[in-house]
């Protein structure tokens, strides 16, 4: 089955800096990539698609790359502020499926 | 636009008993997704509901069922409640792959 990576230690930056956080995974190589933001107690929200045959999606302050011979995918928030402190969970999707398999989540914790 | 709802937003069980959770998908969504997220775990695939049909099933024992109904809506059904089913339960809905709309959860507590 998938197995889906994010470092599971969490990542402190400086606010105003560019955070990175990274996505690995084994096995099939998935048709769509997302990424979400879950703040504690609450259901993950939606932040960005990428699709298999794309290399890099950006939304605002938002980047996301997809290296399909890696096996990965990093996420990027530039610019960084202390509202972007949350866990951020990578998901897959596989090729004619629709079920979404998640990672784990990194949390990010942006200092002032 | 509403969201998707769920209800209610805290369960308290005893161990034994049976659970039942609610879900209301954004309208026009035909597909519906549950997830169990234990503390501190990332998210487990429970079922996934389409049309009416359950299209779907994820590693978890026969006593964990739902049902989806002719308006979307759909539920989830937890028997012989076990101290290790506290969790937070989700639900989320979409039309296809392009990204889930999550409710914001039932906490369930088996004490």
């Known amino acids: 089955s998938q197995k889906i990576e994010q470092n599971s230690e969490a990542l402190n930056i400086q606010e105003g800096k560019t955070a990175t956080l990274t996505c690995n995974y084994t096995?099939?190589?998935?048709?769509?990539l997302q990424w979400y933001r879950q703040d504690p107690g609450r259901g993950p929200v939606f932040l960005l698609l990428?699709?298999?045959?794309?290399k890099e999606k950006r939304k605002e302050r938002l980047k996301v790359t997809f290296d399909t011979t890696l096996k990965q995918s990093l996420f990027h928030i530039t610019a960084s502020q202390p509202a972007d402190s949350a866990t951020y969970l990578c998901?897959?999707?596989?090729?004619?499926?629709?079920?979404?398999?998640f990672g784990t989540g990194t949390k990010l914790q942006v200092i002032p | 636009e509403a969201g998707v709802t769920q209800s209610p937003t805290h369960l308290i069980k005893t161990r034994g008993q049976q659970a039942t959770l609610r879900c209301s998908p954004i309208?026009?969504?035909?597909?519906v997704y549950w997830y169990q997220q234990a503390l501190g775990l990332g998210l487990q695939f429970l079922l996934w509901?389409?049309?009416?049909?359950?299209?779907n099933r994820g590693n978890f024992p026969p006593r964990f069922s739902g049902r989806q109904f002719p308006n979307y809506s759909s539920e989830l059904n937890v028997n012989a409640l076990e101290l290790e089913d506290s969790a937070l339960y989700l639900c989320?809905?979409?039309?296809?792959?392009?990204?889930?709309?999550f409710g914001s959860g039932t906490r369930l507590t088996v004490v």
């Open positions: 989320a809905s979409s039309t296809g792959p392009l990204g889930y709309t």
């Open positions: 096995n099939y190589s998935p048709a769509y």
């Open positions: 990428i699709r298999e045959n794309e």
């Open positions: 998901a897959l999707i596989r090729t004619g499926y629709q079920k979404v398999t």
């Open positions: 309208s026009g969504h035909t597909s």
């Open positions: 509901y389409d049309e009416g049909e359950e299209r």
